[in-house]
């Protein structure tokens, strides 16, 4: 099965600087890269994916990279805000199948 | 707006007993999915399934038991509580298709005595 590995695990930045998440994956059949944000106390929602024919994707400050050939994507949060702070969740999806596999996620703290 | 809900946000319950944690979505998903949440594990899929009465192991079933009697109803159940069990619980529910964003529920904090 998928094996999915994020790092790093807590992250600290000043506001206005940015964020770099990393994550690997084993299965090179995975097709679909999604990211899910979860604030505290919060359910976790998806803030941007990309699939397997994309090598990257923008939404205003967050973008999302991905390097097939190594099997590895990340998230790049530019101009952070204090309301950036959370936890981030990579995924992982193969193809053909519904289920997702989660790294452990990136508990991101943004200072004032 | 897609509406994922869970029948309790806090629950205690006490070594042995049967636990019932309940899921219901509004959006005609055909999957849903249960995780438990523990700190420094991130998100670990349980069950899932993708139609009525139809169900998929995890990779951590063992002491879990799902029931999906309704399209828009899916239940977890611990036959017999543990304390290793203590956790959050997350429901999930998504389209079948390509584009299957995974909307969760609020989450249950379950605590086992």
């Known amino acids: 099965g998928e094996n999915v590995e994020q790092h790093p695990s807590t992250l600290s930045v000043q506001e206005g600087d940015s964020a770099v998440i990393k994550c690997t994956y084993s299965?090179?059949?995975?097709?679909?890269f999604p990211w899910y944000k979860q604030e505290l106390g919060k359910r976790p929602q998806l803030i941007i994916d990309i699939r397997s024919n994309v090598g990257e994707k923008k939404d205003q400050r967050i973008a999302v990279t991905l390097n097939k050939t190594a099997k590895h994507f990340s998230l790049h949060i530019t101009e952070t805000q204090p309301e950036d702070s959370a936890v981030y969740f990579c995924a992982a999806r193969e193809s053909g199948y519904s289920t997702l596999t989660f790294g452990k996620g990136t508990m991101l703290l943004v200072s004032p | 707006d897609v509406k994922v809900t869970q029948s309790s946000r806090y629950l205690v319950k006490r070594t042995g007993e049967k636990v019932f944690l309940e899921c219901v979505q509004d959006?005609?998903?055909?999957?849903m999915f249960w995780y438990r949440q523990d700190p420094g594990l991130g998100l670990r899929l349980i069950y899932f399934s993708y139609d009525v009465k139809m169900k998929e192991k995890g990779d951590i079933p063992e002491g879990y038991s799902v029931s999906r009697e309704k399209k828009e109803r899916f239940s977890l159940i611990l036959e017999s509580a543990s304390t290793n069990q203590t956790s959050m619980y997350l429901c999930?529910?998504?389209?079948?298709?390509?584009?299957?964003?995974?909307?969760f529920g609020p989450g249950t904090r379950l605590t086992v005595l």
């Open positions: 999930a529910s998504s389209f079948r298709g390509p584009n299957n964003e995974q909307f």
């Open positions: 299965d090179s059949a995975s097709n679909y």
């Open positions: 959006m005609d998903h055909e999957n």
